[in-house]
């Protein structure tokens, strides 16, 4: 894999993991906790720095940012999973109302919590998925970035 193959992931897995949680939520209704929010922060911050990879030097270091913003999502999302699984108590109450649009009518959104996992497949919750790809594709990202810095300091 080359580096522009390492951007292209650190653009595509943010994308594709944001994308999800906004299906999830506006086409099925699953509306987000709070640590489902604090999930999707690191990667809007990996999308910004995927792109600018793109276009700003070192692309390396943007694209590396990239993969760590990314890991950080997956590590909050391991630690959601294990919140949901019963595995460790939560660091907040993990009640949150359903979207800003909803702040309006209070009455009318729902209350999530943060232990109990909406969704599973395989018994695996979105928070425990969020964790496998962030992770291991933050690792892929990483690695490819490493891979060429060394090859070009070999040179």
């Not at 906790?33 to 390396?60: D, I, N, T, V």
């Not at 949901?84 to 359903?98: H, K, R, S, V």
């Not at 497949?121 to 891979?147: E, H, Q, Y």
């Amino acid at each position: 894999m080359s580096l522009m193959q390492a951007k292209l992931l650190a653009i595509a897995i943010p994308a594709g993991l944001l994308g999800g949680a906004y299906i999830s939520q506006y086409g099925f209704g699953l509306f987000p906790c709070e640590m489902c929010w604090w999930q999707r922060y690191p990667h809007f911050a990996a999308l910004g720095a995927g792109l600018f990879s793109l276009f700003l030097k070192p692309a390396q270091v943007w694209t590396a940012l990239a993969g760590l913003a990314i890991i950080s999502s997956g590590l909050i999302g391991g630690f959601h999973a294990g919140v949901e699984y019963g595995w460790w108590d939560g660091i907040t109450g993990c009640a949150t109302l359903g979207s800003a649009v909803d702040v309006m009518n209070p009455a009318a959104a729902p209350i999530v919590r943060c232990d109990v996992a909406p969704w599973s497949l395989f018994g695996i919750s979105l928070a425990g998925w969020n964790f496998l790809f962030s992770c291991a594709g933050g690792i892929t990202i990483l690695g490819l970035s490493v891979k060429r810095v060394s090859k070009e300091r070999a040179l």
